[in-house]
């Protein structure tokens, strides 16, 4: 009877060690959100944001040393979301999801901070005489609320802030925004730099360089 017992055991045993058998299957989304959220809470998305600015200060200051604008109007291009404001209370608070209508409604409590290397930037170009023009995916219908907010961050005194407007409502970033730059090209601006976090921010060209900030929480296409 004991050994019949120890043998069903035993059965038993091997059984349930062989049905555990798991599918192949990507990471699962639980761990890629803790991930996401100890790159921010460790320290090193700032830290990989300040170093991609430091290259871009450099270039910068090189420019203005030369001196050299192609007899055209000096000017940097900045996209605000992740790159000029950041959003990362808003995208926790949403568990990095949400729908468009509410990352909007965020957006438009304009009290996102500014990411402070980016500020840095921006005040050492001002105070250099080059024009900062930034070009952002937000909507025309946001301009009062993100001038107000980039003011408060610090953006003091921009030279053109271009919100997606008539045709553009819809294209996809990187259409728009080629556009955006190509128009500001034609009234004479030599763009030294475009900085963004996504790569829809920089392609396209009407940029000398371009530098793309880390996002790992959203893409825009
Ligand atoms: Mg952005």
């Known amino acids: 009877m004991r050994l019949k017992t120890l043998a069903s055991l035993l059965l038993a045993g091997t059984l349930s060690a062989s049905m555990l058998v798991y599918a192949k299957?990507?990471?699962n989304l639980?761990?890629?959100k803790?991930?996401?959220k100890h790159y921010h809470d460790s320290g090193e998305y700032d830290?990989?944001?300040s170093s991609m600015m430091q290259q871009a200060m450099?270039?910068?200051e090189m420019r203005i040393d030369q001196g050299k604008f192609h007899g055209k109007k000096p000017a940097i291009v900045l996209d605000i979301d992740e790159t000029s404001l950041s959003n990362y209370p808003d995208m926790v608070r949403l568990d990095?999801?949400?729908t468009l209508e509410e990352i909007r409604q965020d957006e438009d409590k304009g009290e996102d901070e500014a990411i402070a290397p980016t500020l840095k930037l921006y005040r050492y170009a001002k105070a250099n005489q080059i024009a900062v023009f930034f070009i952002t995916g937000r909507q025309e219908e946001e301009r009062e609320v993100t001038e107000k907010n980039l003011k408060k961050a610090g953006y003091v005194n921009h030279d053109g802030l271009i919100l997606r407007?008539?045709?553009y409502k819809?294209?996809?970033a990187s259409v728009y925004k080629i556009a955006m730059r190509k128009q500001l090209a034609d009234q004479g601006y030599d763009i030294l730099l475009n900085i963004g976090d996504q790569k829809s921010d920089l392609r396209g060209g009407y940029a000398d360089k371009t530098y793309k900030l880390p996002n790992p929480y959203y893409h825009i296409p």
């Open 25 to 27: 299957e990507p990471v």
């Open 30 to 32: 639980a761990f890629i």
């Open 34 to 36: 803790k991930d996401l």
């Open 47 to 49: 830290h990989d944001i």
């Open 58 to 60: 450099r270039y910068l």
């Open 96 to 98: 990095f999801g949400g």
């Open 165 to 167: 407007a008539g045709e």
């Open 170 to 172: 819809k294209a996809p």
